[in-house]
């Protein structure tokens, strides 16, 4: 079930999404920069980092389902 949803929704998602990879810690100072200068660094601005494996049979069916529609809805689509 998990890579038919994927298969389905990840189009959609990568339509929305911005990727923001990190090539190096260069990089990394750079991207900081520019969201400083784009007025997104905040004091309260929190990181963090994951390691995730088996991600879709670690979430909450219920929680994941609610999350899907309501990216679904944000974005007009009323059939999938």
Do not use: W
């Not at 200068?37 to 879709?56: E, Q, S």
């Not at 929680?63 to 529609?69: A, C, M, N, R, V």
């Amino acid at each position: 079930i998990s890579r038919f949803l994927d298969q389905s929704i990840r189009p959609l998602f990568d339509m929305h999404a911005q990727p923001r990879p990190i090539i190096d810690g260069g990089h990394l100072l750079r991207q900081l920069e520019q969201y400083v200068r784009n007025g997104h660094l905040k004091p309260t601005t929190l990181f963090c980092t994951a390691d995730i494996t088996n991600l879709y049979t670690m979430l909450p069916q219920d929680e994941s389902l609610k999350i899907l529609k309501e990216f679904l809805l944000e974005h007009h689509y009323e059939k999938v």
